[in-house]
């Protein structure tokens, strides 16, 4: 026993450190390889803020964040700064920047560079990295950064929802097969493959837009406006002037339109037989150029105005017939049932142009039938009963 109080004490720690330690990992759940070297380390990242601002936490010195691992996100810095300087964000803002040195950093003997830093703002969805140093602003609110920030909310969510729609329908016109469906005709046994119209929401816009007949007021618009009227084109519709879609050729007019448009311009008419391009009504005896009484006065009107048996009516002969209708007392419900007319439009610039010039020619004469006799006689005016104040404002 004297011999081993004897011993150096390194030799005696040598020999009673293996029993030690084995103790130690047992006790504590460490493995083996532990004192070897070989466990993995946990990366560990700090981030170095500085508060500035109007809350009382904003010393303007430089505050740690330490994290795990080598990035950690906006948000997740700004709730460990809200939590460890208690503020209040009903109050107060949060405003980050990542501070970027504009000079490299100076070595022995070297000048620091004098250059200002550059100040970076950040959002929630950024994320930094271990040392990185940032600046914390925090303000006071104002009352309208509430209704800002909703408002910018909205129109981010209704920008997300048009681009989501947008991608639907790109999706929708990209998929022109649908299926197969039974085939019509008399051959009615075989399949078919539907094709979907990839342009049906323009054709319904560029439809809902017009009135019907289409060719009676586009020659309205023509007059007041300057435009040219359609032509009987194979291939586009005149209804919506776009490539046609299982186009359809009306007889009565020669014109051709979509099958489609065509069903959505009759829901539009009062009558559905009446031809929604030129007004046409098959199976009438009126639409074949005899006298149609019943017929739309401003269709009627703008059809008496236009042709007669193929070409343009004189203009002093439109206004004979006006003027027999004003003299009778009964005003222009029969210039509109003028003999001769025909539901067939042929449209042309120069029958327009020819009936703007007799128009300009004879505005005198118009305006002179404007003045008609006052029809009542003498003795009806004398029998009428008239209130003293009416007398007063006649008699001045």
């Known amino acids: 026993m004297l011999c081993v109080l004897l011993l150096p004490a390194h030799y005696v720690f040598s020999f009673f450190s293996p029993l030690f330690f084995s103790y130690a990992e047992h006790e504590r759940g460490w493995p083996l390889s532990a004192r070897q070297g070989c466990l993995p380390m946990e990366t560990e990242g700090v981030v170095q803020y500085r508060l500035l601002g109007s809350h009382p ?64 703002p950040l959002q929630s969805n950024d994320v930094l990295h271990s040392y990185d140093r940032v600046i914390v602003n925090v303000s006071r609110r104002h009352y309208l950064d509430g209704v800002v920030d909703a408002a910018q909310d909205e129109k981010k969510a209704r920008e997300e929802r048009l681009q989501h729609v947008e991608g639907m329908l790109h999706e929708h016109e990209a998929t022109t097969v649908t299926g197969t469906v039974s085939s019509s005709g008399p051959v009615g046994t075989g399949k078919r493959v539907e094709v979907r119209d990839p342009h049906k929401l323009k054709r319904v816009t560029a439809v ?90 401003a269709v009627k009107r703008e059809r008496s105005e236009s042709c007669v048996g193929g070409a343009s009516i004189a203009a002093p002969h439109v206004f004979s017939q006006f003027s027999s209708a004003s003299g009778d007392g009964r005003g222009g419900s029969r210039a509109t049932s003028i003999s001769g007319t025909q539901s067939r439009v042929y449209r042309t610039t120069a029958m327009v142009s020819a009936l703007e010039r007799e128009l300009n020619t004879n505005m005198a004469h118009i305006l002179s039938l404007l003045d008609i006799p006052d029809p009542l006689t003498a003795e009806a005016k004398e029998n009428r009963r008239m209130s003293n104040l009416f007398v007063r404002n006649l008699s001045k």
């Open 57 to 120: 936490a904003a010393s303007g010195r430089y505050h740690s964040f330490g994290f795990s691992g080598d990035v950690v996100t906006v948000t997740a810095l700004t709730q460990d700064i809200v939590k460890q300087h208690q503020i209040n964000l009903t109050k107060y803002k949060l405003e980050i920047q990542r501070v970027i040195s504009a000079g490299n950093d100076s070595q022995e003997g070297q000048t620091p560079s004098t250059v200002a830093d550059v100040y970076v």
């Open 208 to 297: 809902s837009g017009k009135a019907f007949p289409v060719l009676p007021w586009l020659l309205n618009r023509t007059s007041v406006e300057g435009l040219t009227l359609p032509t009987p084109k194979k291939g586009i519709c005149v209804l919506c002037e776009l490539e046609s879609f299982d186009e359809v050729m009306l007889e009565c007019c020669r014109f051709y339109a979509c099958a489609s448009c065509l069903d959505l311009a009759k829901n539009m008419l009062t009558k559905e037989t009446t031809c929604a391009v030129c007004g046409d009504v098959p199976g009438e005896k009126g639409s074949k150029g005899s006298l149609r009484p019943n017929a739309v006065a």
